[in-house]
Structures are given as C-alpha cells and as structure tokens.
C-alpha cells in the first residue's frame, strides 16, 4: 500500500492541542462554579459588584433538597435585605466602616452572621444533628470534666449561671454546645465549646461580660438548633473577642 491514512498530520501534537482545549475548558468550569455559592454579589455598599475576573458568574441552578427539603437555587438572591448599622468617615473605596449602635445585637464587624436557612442541619438519617445530651441514650463524657453542673463565670469574673447540658453532634460525636441556664430564671443560653474553658472551679468565658450574655440569640426550641440561630449565636459570642470591652478596639500588645 502506498496510500497513508494521516498523511504528514503529527498525532503527537494534536494530542497536545486536544489537551490543552480540554484543561482550559476545565479549568474555565471549574472556576465559574466557583462562583455559584459565597461570590459576592454586591459590594460593601450594597451595589451590584463588578465582576473579578475574567470569568462571568454561572447561570443558576437548582438543586433538589433531601428529606423533603425542597429545592434551592444558586447563585441567586437570598432575600437578605439587613439595614446595617455602619458608616464610614470617606466614602472611597477600602475604608473602613464604623458600627453606629451596639454591634453585637445589630450583627456587623466580627459578629456578623450570614441569612442561612432556618432550618436544623440533619444527618444521613434525615434527623437533626447537633441536640441535646440528654435527648441522646447512650451518649456520655468520655474524656476531660463533665462540665454539667459547673458554675459558669464570664470575662468580668461574675457567675452568670451554671451548665445544664452539653449539646452534642451525633454523627461528629463531639459537643459542639453548653446549655448555661442563667441565673435569675432568665432562660437559657448555648456557648459554644471552643469559647468555653472547663476548670475545676468552674466554667469560664472571656468573650462576653455578665451584662451581655442574656443578648445571646436564643433558639426556637430548647431539641434542636437551626443553621441561622447557629450563626447568630456563633457571631454574637465571637463578637464579643473585640466588642464586650471598648479597652479590647484598641491595639494589643
């Protein structure tokens, strides 16, 4: 035969180009469905943002929801429509803004929370994940000091309550709460447990004051915590790091 198939065609180097498409076009997909959760979608003074990038956000896509959840869309708009209490001296870019009230319970700075769904997170079972010890047979302190019991001091040395419950993660098997029950019957409060440090004596907070604590948002039920009341508790403890103690806004040494 003196006929070729591929004549003087270098399949070597078509492999390549091939390749080269492909890792573009990949990386090209991979970068905007990057963008479909978490990319902002407007700047720090609410006005749609400028697109980063080359890369244009992804049309939305909806996702059927387990257990009967539904569905959810993303990227689209989650209804958040907050008026934060914020300002700024010079209104150019990068500067800082400034809470206008009490940061804590307006949720700005460290203790903003983001508009998740008001819903408990769930496990494989469908059932909800974090609850209380005593909602879980079997579940027990198997290391360290059971905190129950416990006084609980905040950051200004005063005895705010005592520890009810640890609120656990099933699947995780690690407590992810301590129920505080507050002196004076002024109800319950989670903490949640890296901010907690469990003495003998007692358990102590350095995050918030005796005068802040019974503005921790509380939760709907006393069996379970949804996603949002996760983060607003969550940001309000942590908020406290920087806002409990004006001393605290200045430089640390």
Not at 42 to 54: I, L, R, T
Not at 210 to 231: M, R, S, W
Not at 235 to 253: N, V
């Amino acid at each position: 035969m003196t006929e070729t198939i591929i004549g003087t065609v270098d399949l070597a180097l078509v492999a390549l180009y091939a390749f080269w498409i492909f890792f573009a076009a990949l990386i090209w997909y991979l970068q905007r469905e990057n963008m479909r959760e978490g990319y902002p979608l407007v700047d720090e003074s609410g006005a749609p943002a400028a697109n980063q990038g080359p890369f244009p956000a992804p049309s939305p896509k909806t996702f059927r929801l387990p257990f009967g959840r539904g569905e959810v869309t993303v990227p689209s708009d989650n209804g958040d429509k907050r008026e934060l209490a914020l300002t700024r001296e010079f209104e150019f870019s990068g500067y800082p803004y400034e809470p206008t009230g009490d940061p804590l319970a307006d949720g700005v700075g460290p203790a903003a929370w983001a508009a998740r769904r008001d819903v408990p997170e769930l496990d494989g079972h469908g059932l909800p994940k974090i609850v209380p010890m005593r909602m879980c047979e079997g579940f027990a302190v198997s290391a360290g000091r059971d905190p129950r019991g416990l006084p609980v001091f905040s950051g200004d040395g005063v005895e705010v309550g005592h520890v009810s419950d640890v609120w656990v993660d099933r699947p995780e098997q690690m407590a992810r709460y301590l129920e505080i029950e507050l002196s004076g019957g002024t109800g319950r409060r989670l903490l949640p447990m890296p901010l907690a440090r469990v003495r003998k004596a007692g358990v102590k907070i350095h995050a918030l004051y005796a005068a802040q604590i019974p503005g921790v948002p509380q939760t709907k039920t006393d069996a379970e915590i949804t996603l949002l009341e996760e983060d607003k508790i969550s940001a309000y403890w942590c908020g406290g790091k920087l806002y409990a103690d004006p001393a605290r806004l200045e430089p640390q040494i």
